[in-house]
């Protein structure tokens, strides 16, 4: 068997094309969506995701701001540049960038961001939202997951789904959101004793650790779908994900690369986080 490649790259195409249409009819009725992106300090991967970011935001007819601040600003003026943004007509979503340097407290300045402007998904309002079932901004990297487990056809009703890694950022989202479609989850992370125990009866297996080599071949379910969500590089500096890809993919039914997976699916739900919240402005 030879897994089938869930192509994140043409995925994404898809959903801004749409995305792009939604814009130019926003901006028809005289709402042009914006998106405000703070990024402080200067690691170069930040700057990259930063980058990327404004530049599909351009490319789909929203309207971006991007600002930059030192290593060194005190937590004070961000909670400041934030309340001026939440103050701000033209701006309908705020991004801050993490991770955010040591003197901040990054979650006091996810609160700070009106819920309404919170397109990362981040906030206990939206993670409240997420668990009742109710609807609200969700995360993107988690909502990009699910986007591409849709591509394949399968219906998650009454699918085993294993969730490796339990940050509020992915592991718990998916979860929620893999339960939302009516799967049976199982959350394992790093003191899961027998990890290939678990995912030996997924299903569905989504890998969310940040560690290179995770889960091999010999760890998955003959025919199950099978989600990256990790960034690494190999010994030879290229990027790889958290799964063994060459082994994985002589085992699984369908799998996403790395690049070119969940990526480019991330960007693509923060647009169109930004749409709805663009949307949501305008008078009934």
Not at 46 to 60: D, G, M
Not at 103 to 128: H, M, N, W, Y
Request: with cysteine.
């Amino acid at each position: 068997m030879t897994a089938t490649l869930i192509d994140g790259l043409a995925l994404s195409r898809q959903l801004r094309a749409h995305i792009g249409a939604q814009a130019e009819r926003l901006a028809a009725s005289g709402c042009r969506p914006g998106l405000a992106v703070l990024l402080v300090g200067n690691d170069p991967a930040s700057a990259v995701y930063v980058r990327n970011k404004v530049r599909a935001c351009e490319a789909h007819g929203l309207h971006s701001v991007l600002e930059t601040h030192p290593a060194d600003l005190p937590e004070t003026a961000l909670l400041q540049r934030i309340a001026a943004l939440n103050a701000d007509p033209s701006i309908h979503g705020i991004l801050v960038q993490m991770p955010l340097p040591p003197q901040i407290d990054a979650q006091r300045v996810i609160e700070a961001i009106d819920p309404r402007k919170d397109v990362d998904g981040f906030s206990t309002l939206s993670a409240g939202e997420l668990v009742s079932g109710l609807p609200g901004m969700r995360p993107c990297t988690p909502w990009g997951c699910m986007k591409l487990i849709e591509s394949t056809g399968v219906s998650l009703r009454g699918r085993h789904a294993v969730v490796i890694g339990r940050s509020n950022t992915v592991g718990k989202p998916m979860a929620l959101m893999l339960l939302q479609a009516h799967a049976t989850v199982t959350v394992c992370h790093s003191a899961t004793p027998d990890l290939a125990h678990h995912t030996r009866q997924a299903d569905v297996l989504v890998v969310a650790v940040g560690r290179r080599g995770t889960v091999t071949g010999d760890m998955i379910k003959p025919g199950a779908i099978v989600i990256d969500v990790g960034i690494n590089r190999d010994p030879e500096g290229k990027l790889c994900g958290d799964v063994d890809f060459a082994s994985a993919q002589a085992v699984a039914g369908w799998i996403t690369p790395v690049p070119g997976g969940v990526g480019p699916m991330t960007i693509t739900m923060l647009l169109s986080n930004t749409i709805d919240a663009a949307r949501r402005t305008l008078p009934d």
